[in-house]
């Protein structure tokens, strides 16, 4: 592990965390039928997601269910590679999918916290589907400053390895 | 879908803890903003939200049920438990309140503090 951690330091980032989580299609949709005026999207979209799915309105069901499901999996997904040392809430992620113009997805985390913020690098995210199921998978990355990466990589990771440089 | 948010979520809520009044010291009538809503009462409700996702183990449905521990739920139904309380009760738990939520008795008492804060609606 230590090894791993090293090697993946690169210049001033290394890092953080990684995440994945899957979800069964079915089961937001099941959640969206189940709860009115759009409950679910209020509770786990940012405000800037909750625009792009007004613009959804119109669209079919299973393009709304799917927009759903992949923002649930990128945010779990994201929960899982900062946690324990950062606990993100669903409306300080973003999820921004595959440009028209061929962007790689993309994921905003603005935390309240100023610190975190600062300490928070890219992060990086890729999102799957098949037929079902759809799955997302997020590393993250850390700006290394100095003593700040080090203390964040042992209280963050498995201790009794102190010795982890970035 | 993960039982690791639910699993992994600070057990304390101080904020709802030190709102709460023991029942038996609960006086016969409460002329509170709950508007008559008696624990007991309040505890069925709850329960009969729960006892409506068809993955709980309702021989396992208590106070002191944990949802991923005891009830077999995980994340998203955690998300979904949340929402159907808050149409049960007419409320609106607040985004950071509603995410630590993770055990029965965390339901009772963001009830309880919500019924007892008309400012948190």
Not at chain 1, 38 to 51: G, M, P, Q
Not at chain 2, 20 to 34: D, E, F, G, L, Q
């Amino acid at each position: 592990m230590p090894n791993i951690v090293r090697a993946s330091a690169i210049g001033h980032l290394m890092l953080f965390g990684i995440g994945v989580d899957i979800v069964h299609l079915p089961r937001i949709a099941a959640i969206v039928k189940r709860h009115a005026s759009h409950k679910f999207a209020r509770r786990i979209l940012s405000a800037k997601e909750l625009e792009q799915w007004s613009c959804l309105q119109g669209a079919d069901d299973p393009k709304q269910v799917r927009f759903l499901a992949v923002r649930w999996a990128v945010k779990e997904a994201v929960y899982k590679a900062l946690y324990p040392t950062i606990k993100p809430t669903w409306k300080e992620l973003t999820f921004l999918g595959l440009s028209p113009s061929g962007e790689k997805p993309t994921v905003s985390f603005v935390s309240p916290t100023q610190d975190v913020n600062q300490k928070i690098g890219p992060i990086h995210v890729s999102v799957s589907h098949d037929s079902d199921y759809a799955v997302a998978y997020v590393a993250v990355e850390q700006f290394c400053e100095d003593d700040l990466s080090l203390e964040t990589q042992t209280t963050g990771l498995e201790r009794g390895s102190a010795n982890r440089l970035c | 879908m993960s039982f690791f948010r639910l699993a992994t979520r600070s057990l304390s809520r101080s904020t709802f803890a030190s709102s709460r009044i023991p029942s038996r010291y609960v006086p016969r009538a409460r002329y509170s903003a709950s508007a008559g809503l008696q624990q007991n009462d309040i505890q069925a409700r709850v329960f009969d939200v729960l006892k409506g996702f068809e993955k709980v183990n309702q021989s396992k449905l208590a106070r002191s049920a944990s949802f991923a521990n005891d009830l077999g739920l995980d994340s998203l139904d955690a998300v979904e438990v949340v929402m159907a309380i808050e149409e049960e009760f007419s409320i609106e738990i607040p985004d950071a309140e509603a995410d630590e939520i993770q055990t029965v008795q965390q339901v009772l008492l963001a009830i309880d503090y919500i019924a007892k804060t008309p400012e948190a609606h």
